[in-house]
Each structure stands twice: as structure tokens, then as C-alpha cells.
């Protein structure tokens, strides 16, 4: 079944301004990751969140991780319209085969000039 | 150069052919995948390899055989191709079985069965 659910589906955004998209999950994770994909492309790596922190910073991204709430969060901060893109989470867990990447169902973000 | 690349792009076919797709890394990864990204950009695993074994064996049809010659490399073989299987499949690598790494994935393989 599908790990990860992301909140919103769908986020509109100007230019400048700020862009949150949440993630939450079920299960024990080793750590989260976050991907971009832009239309027609293959997945970015964009950031890794151990399953012991709580907060990962990178340029314009930030991070959180809230073990408790089984929930994660993605801020772009003066968002760009390149950033147009669908983000999705991915939870990393330990299986009989190593650890394996489970995506969530995506926000596709959109930013207008 | 191309981290992970994959052949072909596209691939149009008809129902009950058989096709291949290639893929190919030059990460020195040691770890390679297959997923699959349906009509709704869900993405789930099929398979994955670790040095050329079999490590991840998702509930996905015995029509479709991955293949891996050596760590570099994951094919994916499917038989008797149906409308179904229309979708875009990303291979993709990793170190060390992932871990606290991040995978690279390909530009994907558009597969449509008409």
C-alpha cells in the first residue's frame, strides 16, 4: 500500500512567495527524502531527513521531520517559476532486501510569474 | 554524461508483443531499481538489485523478468504486453542499498500498449 500521502495535491503560487507541502506516513522510516520531477522527466534528488532530525536546510528548501506525527514538511522559500514541478516525499525503510523507497502521491506545484 | 540512462524513451507496441527496456548507470552504485509511474504519477517499486542479485521482488506479474548482467546494468523484460502495463517506468540507482542515500534516477521509458 502506498506510504506516503501528501497534502496538497495540487499549489498555486506567485512568484516570489513561499511554497509548504506536507507529507505523512505510516510506518518506521530509516529517513525521508524529497524528489522533483518536472513534466516528461525523470525524479531530482533534492534533500535526505534522518529518521534523528528534525529540521535539514538546503539553498532555498527546508526541511522538517516530526517522528511523533509520522508527518514531514517541504518549504521552497521565494519561489521561482522553475520550481514549477511535482514534489513528492519518499519514506526509506529496512526490509528483508535493505532499505527500500516508497513515494508518496505527489504535490504538483505550479508558480505564475 | 548520463548518470542513468535508459532505452528507448518511448516505446509504442501491441498487446501481446513482447519488448525490452535498458538501463544503465555509471555511479559505480551498487544498488539498481525498477518503478513504475502510472496515468496518476503514483510511483511503486518493482524491483530491486544489489550487485547484480535480486533483492526486491514487488507483487508485479512473472511477464515481467529484470534482468541484470552485471551491477551496471538492469534490463526489464516484459512478455505478452497488455493495455495495463501502459506507463512510464523510471529505473533508477543507489549506494549501498540505499541507506541514508539518495537515489539517481533515469528520464524514464513512456511504454504504450495500443
Known amino acids: 500500500s502506498q506510504q506516503g500521502e501528501e497534502d496538497p495535491q495540487a499549489l498555486s503560487i506567485q512568484e516570489g512567495e513561499n511554497a509548504t507541502m506536507n507529507c505523512s506516513y505510516k510506518?518506521?522510516?530509516?529517513?525521508l527524502q524529497w524528489y522533483r520531477q518536472n513534466s516528461g522527466r525523470g525524479l531530482v534528488h533534492l534533500i535526505l531527513i534522518r529518521s534523528n532530525e528534525r529540521e535539514k536546510h538546503s539553498g532555498r528548501l527546508r526541511v522538517t521531520l516530526d517522528t511523533s506525527k509520522k508527518s514531514s514538511s517541504l518549504l521552497i522559500t521565494a519561489s521561482r517559476a522553475a520550481d514549477t514541478a511535482s514534489y513528492f516525499c519518499a519514506t526509506a525503510a529496512l526490509t528483508g532486501g535493505g532499505n527500500k523507497l516508497t513515494f508518496g502521491t505527489g504535490t504538483q506545484l505550479k508558480v505564475e510569474l | 554524461d548520463t548518470a542513468v540512462s535508459q532505452t528507448p524513451k518511448y516505446l509504442v507496441t501491441q498487446m501481446g508483443n513482447d519488448k525490452s527496456i535498458k538501463c544503465e548507470q555509471n555511479l559505480g552504485h551498487d544498488t539498481m531499481y525498477w518503478y513504475k509511474q502510472d496515468s496518476k504519477k503514483f510511483l511503486k517499486i518493482m524491483f530491486s538489485?544489489?550487485?547484480?542479485?535480486?533483492?526486491i521482488n514487488e507483487t508485479v506479474p512473472n511477464r515481467f523478468s529484470p534482468k541484470s548482467p552485471d551491477k551496471a546494468h538492469l534490463n526489464l523484460h516484459i512478455n505478452s504486453l497488455e493495455l495495463g502495463d501502459s506507463a512510464v517506468y523510471f529505473c533508477?540507482?543507489?549506494?549501498?542499498?540505499?541507506?541514508?542515500?539518495?537515489?539517481?534516477f533515469g528520464s524514464g521509458t513512456r511504454l504504450t500498449v495500443v
Open positions: 510506518t518506521s522510516i530509516n529517513n
Open positions: 538489485y544489489n550487485n547484480k542479485e535480486l533483492i
Open positions: 533508477a540507482s543507489s549506494q549501498l542499498f540505499g541507506g541514508d542515500y539518495g537515489y539517481t
